[in-house]
């Protein structure tokens, strides 16, 4: 922090945590480093612990928290993509969340040990923690994330960030209008300074999720099956929009309709990663066409070129009054007058839609259309797909490594004295 | 070739001469071929084999052992810090900008003393005024605000930092109605006003002292209200809206442009006017060219404002147009020599400064003027004092007048001796008696043509004058 010659730089750590919870995965790593330790797919999988493997009994780790003693009706919670993908008779895969916010605390806590003990490697007690949260997160849960921090984790130190405002800090920013496009939706947030104008603030249910059901409905319109691919054993090289020969796997049986679903959804994002392209203006079969398309094969062995569907298939993400420009134009609208220009003079763009090839440069030129020609339009996204997706999370790996921020957390002694009602005071 | 030869390991032919190479490097070159010869490739091996037990030569495996023996590097030993590595420790701290006193941990040497958490310094608050429950009663009761709404608001300037963007966002609406942001200003800076009336204030930065008198911040919510209405007028309007106002200023400016030509010619028109009174110039010639320049029917625009400005240019034109006639009595020379730039006022100049030039005197005036000079033997560049300065540049105004009056007369003089060949052509035998009023030569006898000439210049050295 302090140089040999009396400078003072802007950091200092403290050993802090920042997690990031969403949606589509949870992210979560020590402050002041560039990208997240973890980044886990945000269901847990429930099951009997009937059926374990022998080796992973051996080592019973943080992977597999148990609960319950008894040998009959014990659960395990299975966490991440390594116990996760495993088929297992009988595992339900749950989510946690629930519109932008934590709703199922029982399996967030299974969520933040695994966290702790897998991932961290460290007791929860010497580390200061920061969460990110949704702009329209209750203060319930607020309160809620606090006492179980305080209280079950013993966190020296708590502390409740907007996502927005650390996806503008992300990008050099103090005041931006930050547009995030994660998996359950798509918003517009302003930030003033630092703070999120919460009653300006606007959003759609369109987002990787929308358009990952979107790429499911197109193949299944193009009569392409969507194999799961814990059910290959093997395929054959084949030639392209050949038939698939493929032999299947034996599964086990009483595979729960929820994980196969979720299952199948990441190999439907998986698609939508590696296929979806948005156009630079609304879609046009003519100029679609001319673009060279894409390879894809799917997990039978099936495999072709898909090439204006790719275009096709991101239009959804643009409709009239769900689109992320409408939603920009409308939240910079509500927005005072006066903090219009710099909103619109830097428009930040976050999330993991938000990385789609094309996405950025579409919204910029759209915006262009729609902001009034007196403002200097200026639109910022990281250059790297990932580092839009973990936006949030490394502005609060900034955040919470600036020296001067020390003095904001609230600490287990002023939660002991204050209790969870100076969240709202302390975390704006 | 040597290169190829030596790539394939063969022993060339030049090895043995003399050169410059083995002068230098003779025996170890010997002593390569030596060792290289040695080890031969056993009948039948395959190559690829031989090689991963010798490669081509043996300067190319890496020692074994490190075989540096000389002392080259060992002298001048690669020192990168000077200093022993200093320990660092996690060490716990108090930050004196915390009111809790809680105690967190970070990296520092453990050879630093512990000082005051240096980001501390960085806590910086904003201050807000205070009442107590009797002053407001006394001074800040108002109708539209209840005490409750009133602590709320100065309690949301505190935590927001006077940020009322942010103020306005976090209003708690469900327990106060909701306002304007020009409201919440207004109440709050009418409650920094009427408190630092009554008291001294901790606050300052609604007061400013300007010497040694109070000055305090009026806020017009009125005046604000308006800003941001026009304010929003101005972002919201429609693209057409803003293609229109585009086009009317471009219009704008082509007009303007006109008008400057206009007033250009007329201005030029107005010089030869006054020249052509004095130097009774026949005008009739020169000006309808003129008009007929200037009317270069506005081609772009339909606009009525354009035909409008037209008429009025029109009107302007013909009034010049008829203004020989009058001045045909009164010759007023309306241009006069050179226009000297003012004194400048501000900075420190030197005198000779005001004796230069003006740069709208073109070179060719400027020899002339210079040679008119010489002729009356002065001073191309006196010593400028006030009273040299002053006549000087009258002297040479008047020179240049002189010189532009001499180029008119003559150029008069040339149109009427060509009239009066024309004339004479047409009708041969008859001359065309030139009244002596307007034979206004000097000398009273006409000068033949080439002599004019050359007095002149040509007629287009004219042209380029005016
Ligand atoms: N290259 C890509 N192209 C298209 N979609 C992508 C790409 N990369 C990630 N996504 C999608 O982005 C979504 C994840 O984004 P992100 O991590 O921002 O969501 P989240 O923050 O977890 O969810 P939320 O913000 O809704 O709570 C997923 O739906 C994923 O399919
Ligand atoms: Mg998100």
């Known amino acids: ?61 943080g992977n597999i928290t148990q609960s319950g003693t008894k040998a009959g009706n014990e659960l395990r919670h299975y966490i991440d993509v390594t116990e996760l993908h495993v088929p297992r008779p009988g595992m339900e895969v749950q989510t946690y969340m629930k519109d932008g916010q934590v709703d199922n605390w029982d399996l967030f806590e299974k969520m933040l040990d695994y966290c702790y003990a897998k991932v961290i490697r460290s007791p929860s007690e010497h580390h200061p923690a920061l969460f990110t949260e949704a702009v329209w997160t209750t203060r319930p849960a607020r309160e809620k994330l606090a006492e179980l921090l305080f209280e079950k984790y013993q966190a020296p130190a708590f502390f409740l960030v907007k996502n927005a405002v650390l996806a503008a800090f992300a990008n050099g920013k103090s005041t931006a209008l930050v547009v995030d496009a994660g998996a359950s939706q798509t918003s517009a947030v302003p930030v003033i300074d630092g703070y999120a104008l919460v009653s300006a603030a606007v959003r759609s249910p369109v987002g990787g999720d929308h358009l990952a059901a979107q790429a499911k409905t197109m193949l299944t319109n193009m009569h392409i099956q969507m194999l799961p691919i814990y059910s290959i054993q093997s395929k054959e090289v084949i030639r392209e929009r050949e038939r698939a020969r493929y032999t299947l796997k034996t599964l086990p049986a009483g595979l729960t309709h929820s994980w196969q679903q979720y299952m199948l959804k990441r190999q439907y994002e998986d698609f939508c990663h590696c296929v979806a392209q948005v156009s630079e203006s609304a879609y046009d079969e003519r100029t679609a066409v001319l673009v060279p398309g894409v390879h894809y094969e799917f997990p039978g062995g099936y495999h072709q070129d898909f090439g204006p569907e790719r275009f096709k298939l991101t239009e959804c993400l643009f409709e009239q009054t769900l689109g992320a420009p409408h939603l920009v134009t409308s939240a910079v609208s509500a927005c005072d007058a006066d903090a219009r220009v710099a909103l619109w ?84 | 070739m040597a290169d190829i030869l030596d790539i394939l390991d063969i022993e060339h032919p030049g090895a043995g001469e003399i050169s410059r190479d083995s002068i230098i490097h003779g025996d170890k070159i010997k002593k390569k071929y030596i060792t290289a010869k040695s080890v031969k490739r056993p009948e039948g091996m395959h190559r690829e084999v031989f090689a991963l037990l010798y490669n081509d030569s043996n300067k190319d495996l890496p020692p074994l052992l490190p075989t540096d023996s000389g002392k080259a590097y060992k002298q001048t030993k690669a020192k990168l810090g000077m200093r022993k590595a200093r320990k660092w420790t996690w060490a716990p701290f108090n930050n004196p900008a915390r009111k809790d006193n809680a105690v967190f941990h970070h990296w520092k040497r453990a050879s630093d003393e512990a000082k005051e958490y240096p980001f501390a310094q960085f806590n910086k608050q904003v201050s807000i005024p205070s009442y107590t429950e009797s002053e407001y009663n006394q001074y800040l009761k108002s109708e ?24 306005h966002d976090r209003w708690d609406r469900a327990a106060f109605r909701d306002r304007s942001i020009e409201d919440l200003k207004e109440r709050y800076y009418g409650i920094c006003a009427t408190l630092s009336k009554v008291k001294t204030n901790p606050w300052s930065n609604t007061v400013t002292t300007v010497n040694g008198e109070k000055r305090i911040y009026h806020y017009d919510a009125e005046h604000e209200k308006k800003r941001k209405e026009q304010l929003k007028r101005l972002f919201d309007r429609t693209q057409d809206q803003i293609d229109e106002e585009q086009m ?119 020899k002339a003027i210079e040679q008119e000079l010489r002729l009356m033997n002065i001073d191309i560049a006196p010593t400028p004092t006030e009273a040299i300065c002053k006549h000087f540049n009258e002297l ?21 001796q060509a009239l009066r060949h024309q004339y004479e052509a047409l009708n041969p035998g008859k001359t065309l008696p030139i009244p002596a009023s307007l034979c206004n030569t000097t000398d009273g006898e006409t000068k033949p043509m080439g002599e004019i000439i050359d007095v002149v210049g040509s007629p287009s050295a004219l042209n380029s004058t005016i």
Not at chain 1, 374 to 389: D, G, Q, V
Not at chain 2, 279 to 287: A, E, L
Not at chain 2, 397 to 411: E, G, H
Request: aromatic share 6%; glycine share 8%; charged share 25%.
């Open chain 2, 396 to 416: 040479r105004s008047d020179l240049a007048l002189a010189l532009d009056l001499k180029n008119a007369l003559a150029a008069c003089e040339f149109d009427l």
């Open chain 1, 1 to 61: 922090m302090s140089g040999p010659n009396g400078m003072l730089y802007g950091g200092d750590e403290i050993g802090a945590l920042v997690f990031d919870p969403g949606h589509h995965s949870l992210r979560v790593g020590y402050a002041q480093e560039d990208t997240p330790k973890a980044d886990i797919p945000a269901v847990v999988g429930v099951g009997p612990a009937t059926h374990i493997p022998d080796a992973e009994e051996k080592v019973p780790d």
């Open chain 2, 248 to 366: 009317l200023l471009t219009e704008l400016k082509k007009i303007e442009a006109r008008k400057r030509e206009r007033e250009r010619k007329t201005q030029d028109l107005q010089k030869l006017i006054s020249r052509a009174d004095s130097g009774n110039m026949p005008v009739t010639n020169t000006v309808p060219n003129n008009t007929e320049a200037t009317h270069t029917p506005s081609n772009v625009s339909t606009n009525n404002i354009v035909r409008r400005h037209d008429r009025k240019l029109h009107k302007k034109k013909l009034s010049t147009q008829q203004r020989p006639v009058r001045t045909m009595e009164t010759v007023t020379v309306e241009w006069s020599g050179i226009k000297f730039p003012e004194a400048r006022s501000t900075g420190v100049w030197l005198r000779s400064q005001r004796m230069k030039l003006p740069p709208g005197v073109g070179q060719r005036k400027t």
């Open chain 2, 144 to 167: 539209d605000w209840s005490q409750a709404e009133t602590d709320h608001l100065m309690d949301m300037c505190q935590r927001f930092d006077l940020r009322f963007i942010v103020i």
């Open chain 1, 345 to 428: 003079g830097s428009i930040v763009m976050c999330g993991g839609v938000a990385g789609a090839s094309g996405w950025a440069e579409r919204v910029g030129r759209e915006l262009a259309n729609r902001a009034p020609s007196s403002h200097r339009l200026k639109t910022h996204a990281p250059p790297a797909p990932l580092e839009r997706r973990f936006a949030a999370w490394i502005g609060g790996s900034i955040l919470a490594s600036i020296g001067s921020f020390q003095q904001m957390w609230i600490s287990s002694q002023e939660y002991d004295e204050g209790g969870k009602g100076q969240l709202e005071r302390k975390c704006p």
